[in-house]
Every structure is written in C-alpha cells, then in structure tokens.
C-alpha cells in the first residue's frame, strides 16, 4: 500500500479489537482469515464469545484458513461460496444490527470496497469500521468510459472486460462504486498503450 | 485575519417563553431575505453596552427554510456576563443589532438511518431548527428533553404537540423523571447519530456512556458553549501589533484584544471550532486552557492558545498576534 498523491486512495488502519463493542462482525476473505488469527493470538480470545465471523476463501481456497477459523470457536462461523453471497450476509446481518455492533473487514481491496459499500447504504460512517488489507494487491477498477467493472486487475495498463480499451489504472478512487478509476491510455492514437506492467501482485 | 460578516439587523419581537427565557425575533433592515441555514447553526449577536462591545453566540432555533427572521433564545444565566443580562434588559422590539452570518458547527450528519437528539434546558434551541429540517426531509428521528420543572422547560409543548409524544419525550427533574440514558444507547439501529446540548456535565456524562456502549466517535455530536470563565487579571504583549494590553477579570483574550481594536479570527467563541486558534510567540508561566478543542498533548506543549476562552497566569506571555 504505497502512499499515494491522491487522497481518495483508501488507507487500511488494521484490525484492532474495539474493547467496548458488544457485538463484533467480521467480513473476511482469504488471507483476511489471518488478520483476525493474529488479534486472537495477542488481544486474548475474550471477545471471540461476541464474534460472529463470516468467511470467503476466494482466491485462498488451497490454504483452507477455515479451519483455523473455526478453531477459534467464535459464537457464530460462517463460509460463503462466493462474494456476493457474503455480501447479502452482510446486509441481511447489518440491517438489523443495533449501534455497539462493530464491523471489521479484512481480505483484498475489492473485498473490502465491496462490503463497504454495504455499510455506507446503511449509513455506517467509513471511518468507523476497522478494515485490513490482507493477500493480494489485485484492484477492483471501474472503466470511466463504459462504467464497466473489472475485478482482479493486477497490471497497468488492463483491458477493460466490457468495451475493451486500454485503461491506465490510478489511485483514484470511489467508495461509492467500491474500486479505483480506470482511464484509457491511447486516446489519441488508439494502439499505442505502453505494454501493461504487474503493478499490483 | 476573520472575514468580516457582521449584518445589521432589526429586533422585530422579543417574547417571554418561560422562566428567564426570551425569545428575539430578528429581521433585516430592509426586509430583505437573510441567508438561509441549517439545522444546528449558530450566530454571533454584537452588542454596545455602554460602551463595551460584547458579542455572544446564540443557536438559531426558528426554521432553516424561513429565510424572513432569524429567531434565537436566551437564557438569562445566573452569574452573567452581561450577555444575557443586556439581552433581557435592554433589548426592545424596535432596536437595532448586529448579528454575524450563520455558522453550523453542530449539524446534522445526512448519512445517518435515525437521528437521536438530547437537549438539557436551553441546549433545546439547536434542535428546534434541526427537528424542523429532519422532519421536512422525513428522516426518523427523537428528541429527549430534560427541563427543571415544566415552567422553566421553553417550547416542550408545542414541540410535543408538533412532532407527536411519540417524538418528542420530556423528562422533569422536579418529577425525578430523568432522560435513561443507557436505555436509549442500547436499542438503535447501526446507523443512528446521536447529538446532545445541554449543560457541561450532561454532554460529558451523555458521550461517556455512549462510547462505552460501543458507539464510535463518529456517530457523537455535542455542541457546547463555553462562556469564557472569569480569572484574575493579567497583561500580554501583542507580538505583531506591538501592544501590550490588560485582559480584565471577566474578559477574555479574545474580548481584551477586540478591545484594542485589533482583528482576531473567531467563530463560536465558545472554545469548540478552533479558529482563535493563536500561536504563542513566547511564554513565561502557566496556561489555563479552557477549550475543548486543542487535544491534551497539544495542551502540554504549550505553543498555542484558543484565545476566547482560555487564560494565563504568570509574568510573560507574547501572542503572535
């Protein structure tokens, strides 16, 4: 997480436990798993018996983080299939949620705009939810020409995956849209974008 | 330096609410629309006291979306200034004052699901304006309002009748009837903004117990007006201006240096908004910060000063002012 120019460039504070919460969510995603592993192992397990802990292993599947998931013993445990199932857990869980509920989230940074996106529907200020940024740097872009979203992009320039163009991908970002502004690079003389470079592993 | 938006305006009615409490209508001179507002905003009324300038803040209570008077209510303290005291005494219908433009520092976070507002006595007048505002945008929201007795309570009733008892709830001290705290912290939804005014002890006590139910910081607003506690008198030196002034027991900095005819930046004058914020050129004894502003470390480090509320004791200070 370079430091970037561009203030809309979102920072991640870690996962620290909130002493004062009465009810703690986690929203995890792969190697997020170990983000709360690691508040387990130096906060105490104390506050696991108000944790509930729902889970995506995404592009971790191989490492099973599951398990030592469930080894925590948190009051609820969860695995969702895919994203968008975890997201509708998380709506469903934070639409009935009362104040002194705190939401932590942790996993790639498209994970975590995607389920930030649902918290600020629900009027959640962003600045008070604990967020961590954990595995890959793949970004979630979002075209500015076709608004298409593209998720994983690891290199700039990409291809956008709905129109195409070469998009030059920025710090830019929307919480709103939960991903980084992507603009095409070869405007002028189309086929001129410099060879795309792994920018983000 | 401040931008000077002090407009002249007229006191078209001036009534008695409750107990110590008089209601000022104001209006342009011309009749002219005054800029709109919004909920939790304030402005500074600038009065000539025989000869003494005194400016107050005062909340606007009347509606954001009337634009043909300002109103505001003031209690009569007990150990006033001479604020409050001039206010009541000398204020007719028919005068002329100055007020400034309006400033919010206390409004209504629009992203929130449900709005909880807490009032203690007089702190009740930002909130009329926001419950006027909240309501024309349909947004839930609840008001507990704890008064003395109900004839020193100002407005309960017609707040009541207005926004229904379901909205409006009234807790009377002579009744041992107390706003339960605890209670309230404990059922709302994610989302919900909380904002109390009233005196000192209760913001504190309010957003005590509220940060240990789990609320973040986010989601707590207090508005307090700190009048500028007396102190022994004591001199400063005016680095830029070059001037050395007294600042007399019931002054404050700000005050003395107004006095002096030199402009300092000021908003709430309250100790809240930090814009006295002054930097202090050098120093010679003990600071008694009073603001809620700068944070403790600041307050340890000694190389600023929020002039309108805050004092000094000792042989030197210099204000880069």
Known sequence: MADSAIKSRPIYKGLHINAH????????????ALALTGQAESQGAQFLAKAE??????????????????????????????????LTRVRATLSTA?????????????????????ALELGIDPNSIATEHRGSLARRVQCVHCKGITENVTASPCTCSHCGLALLVRDHYSRRIGAFQGVNIDAEAPGTAPSPQELFP | MSINTDMPVRVAA??????????????????????????????????QDDGRLRRNPYSLMSSPHDPSGYEISVLRVEQSRGGSAFMHEHVKAGDRLVISQPVNLFPIDHRGRKHILL??????????????????????????????????????????????????????????????????LEFQPLGTHLYVCGPGGMIDGVLNQARQAGWPEQNL???????????????????????????????????AVEAAGIDAPFLCRGGA????????????????????????????????????VSRFKGPELVLDL
């Open chain 2, 221 to 255: 607003h207090c508005e307090r007006f700190l009048a500028p506690p007396p102190g022994k008198p004591f001199r400063i030196v005016l680095q830029r201006s070059q001037k050395e002034i007294a600042v007399e027991e019931h002054q404050s900095i700000l005050e």
């Open chain 2, 14 to 47: 001036v009534t008695e609410v409750a107990e110590r409490v008089k209601r000022f209508r104001l209006e342009s001179l011309d009749g002219a629309p005054l800029p709109f507002f919004s909920g939790g905003a304030h402005v500074v009324v600038s009065m």
């Open chain 1, 21 to 32: 919460a009465r009810r703690h969510l986690f929203a995890l995603e792969g190697e997020g």
């Open chain 1, 98 to 118: 009362t104040m002194g509920t705190q939401l932590y989230i942790a996993g790639t940074e498209g994970f975590i705009g995607q389920v930030m996106q649902v």
């Open chain 2, 119 to 184: 009032a203690g006595g007089i702190g009740i007048t930002p909130f009329i304006a926001m419950m006027e505002q909240l309501s024309r945008e349909g947004r839930a929201f609840e008001l507990h309002y704890a008064v003395r007795t109900r004839t020193h309570g100002a407005y309960w009733k017609n707040l009541q009748e207005r926004y229904g008892a379901h909205r409006v709830k009234i807790y009377c001290d002579a009744e041992s009837l107390f706003i339960p705290t605890a209670t309230l």
């Open chain 2, 273 to 308: 908004c930090g814009q006295c914020e002054t930097a202090i050129a050098s120093l010679d004894g003990v600071l008694e910060h009073n603001d809620h502003y700068l944070s403790e470390a600041e307050k340890a480090a000694g190389r600023k000063l929020m002039i309108c």
């Open chain 1, 53 to 86: 802990v729902l889970y995506v292993a995404h592009g971790s599947q191989p490492r099973a983080h599951e398990g030592s998931l469930q080894k925590l013993a948190p009051r609820t445990f969860w695995q969702a299939p895919t994203i968008p199932t975890l």
